[in-house]
């Protein structure tokens, strides 16, 4: 699986929206991107994935960019209870399907 | 609520007892995935089976072993514990819709181990 780096850690103000980038610059022509995030301690969840088109949900948008080296996930309008690991992972769609969960990027929403 | 169910939600044992670890995946799911979380070692990928076999390993080791039975469950089992296991175990079933793979894991809440 391509490899992805996201930064640390990264602050955001509650109401403002969240952009939270991750690289993946290595990655192939069949891999997609996911975005999961774990509250403390919770099960990870699910938020969105994506092929090479922008994607929008219920939770977030991604933007992928058009060499799909990078993307960026964003929380449209961070709450506190945003407050989470946001992992960013590149994966084939496959029916032999695991994720490789990284360290990922540490968001708080400060009021 | 993601819908997979994972019990005992906590669990205290002392080294060298063995623990089962139970998960029921979402209605319909075929796939069962297991992972460990330590405070060290992040999320690691365990084991996964699709409708009754294994079908990928990761870093499970010998002492672990799972099973999923006819009616799709899942266990863990946890033998010759050590402190080193104490860790948060979590399950996952991935979702289908029609048949097809949307590619989303559902996560349980995770069983909290701790070996004293």
């Known amino acids: 699986d391509a490899k992805t780096t996201q930064p640390t850690s990264m602050d955001c103000a509650e109401g403002r929206a969240a952009n939270l980038p991750c690289n993946h610059s290595t990655i192939s022509g069949n891999e997609y991107v996911y975005w999961y995030r774990q509250i403390h301690s919770q099960g990870p969840q699910y938020i969105i994935h994506?092929?090479?088109n922008n994607e929008t949900n219920e939770m977030a948008s991604l933007i992928i960019t058009e060499d799909r080296k990078s993307s960026t996930l964003i929380l449209p309008h961070a709450t506190l209870r945003d407050t989470a690991v946001y992992y960013c992972?590149?994966?084939?769609?496959?029916?032999?399907?695991?994720?490789?969960f990284g360290a990922g990027t540490t968001v708080t929403v400060r009021a | 609520d993601s819908g997979v169910t994972q019990t005992p939600k906590h669990l205290i044992t002392a080294t060298g007892q063995r623990v089962t670890l139970r998960c029921s995946p979402r209605?319909?799911?075929?796939?069962v995935y297991w992972y460990q979380q330590s405070l060290d070692q992040g999320l690691q990928f365990l084991i996964q089976y699709y409708n009754g076999e294994e079908r990928a390993k990761g870093n499970i080791l010998e002492r672990f072993s799972a099973q999923q039975f006819p009616d799709l469950h899942s266990e863990l089992n946890l033998s010759s514990l050590e402190l080193g296991d104490s860790a948060l175990y979590f399950c996952?079933?991935?979702?289908?819709?029609?048949?097809?793979?949307?590619?989303?894991?559902?996560f349980g809440e995770g069983s909290r181990l701790t070996v004293l």
């Open positions: 209605s319909g799911d075929l796939s």
């Open positions: 992972i590149v994966r084939p769609l496959s029916n032999d399907y695991k994720l490789s």
């Open positions: 994506g092929l090479k």
């Open positions: 996952a079933s991935r979702g289908t819709s029609g048949g097809s793979n949307t590619g989303e894991l559902f």
